[in-house]
Nanobody
Framework: QVQLEESGGGLVQAGGSQRLSCTASRGTINTYAMGWFRQAPGKEREFVAGISWTGGTTGYADSVKGRFTISRDNTKNTVYLQMNSLKPEDTAAYYC??????????????????WGQGTQVTVSS
């Protein structure tokens, strides 16, 4: 059983940066692929970024490619999402998720086994 907790959300101006963290407060994520997803009001949850359990493979949604970076520190049981050049359309609740036996990255939310509660990111124009 893995319990995930996101942090780092808040209000930021357009063009600014923010870093989200996702830490496993119970269990270990060392052998899990991890993903970040987001959901804006009235919209479906969408893939943002994913990373394999080793950190050697990453993938991004086209809308964030070149602006966001996913990384992980397995010694700290934590995954990060560095968000730069933020836009108002990035406003959403951001969720991290963990998938067992994750030797790649995965953009399908149905493949993930555990989810955090989410952290709100609001980008003002």
């Amino acid at each position: 059983q893995v319990q995930l907790e996101e942090s780092g959300g808040g209000l930021v101006q357009a063009g600014g940066s923010q870093r989200l963290s996702c830490t496993a407060s119970r269990g270990t994520i060392n052998t899990y692929a991890m993903g970040w997803f987001r959901q804006a009001p009235g919209k479906e949850r969408e893939f943002v970024a994913g990373i394999s359990w080793t950190g050697g493979t990453t993938g991004y949604a086209d809308s964030v490619k070149g602006r966001f970076t996913i990384s992980r520190d397995n010694t700290k049981n934590t995954v990060y999402l560095q968000m730069n050049s933020l836009k108002p359309e990035d406003t959403a609740a951001y969720y991290c998720a963990a998938k067992r036996a994750g030797n790649y990255y995965y953009n399908n939310p149905r493949l993930y086994d555990y989810w955090g509660q989410g952290t709100q990111v609001t980008v003002s124009s």
